[in-house]
């Protein structure tokens, strides 16, 4: 499994991911993102996207 996801592609798994800068860096923005759907487009250029709370059910 990957660390990191880019807007547009598909969750892997349904849980809180973090909005991850550019550069790497943590922004404190969380997004709720369901299995199978995609992650939504960012604001920002070069945003990706970090599972950091999976869902438990």
Known sequence: ??????PGETAPRSGQ???IGPRG????EEI???????????EKAG????LVD???H
């Open 54 to 56: 999976p869902t438990k």
């Open 17 to 19: 991911y973090e909005k």
């Open 1 to 6: 499994m990957k660390n990191t996801y880019k």
């Open 32 to 42: 709720t993102a369901v299995k199978g759907k995609t992650f939504p487009p960012s």
């Open 25 to 28: 860096g943590e922004t404190g």
């Open 47 to 50: 945003i990706t996207y970090k």
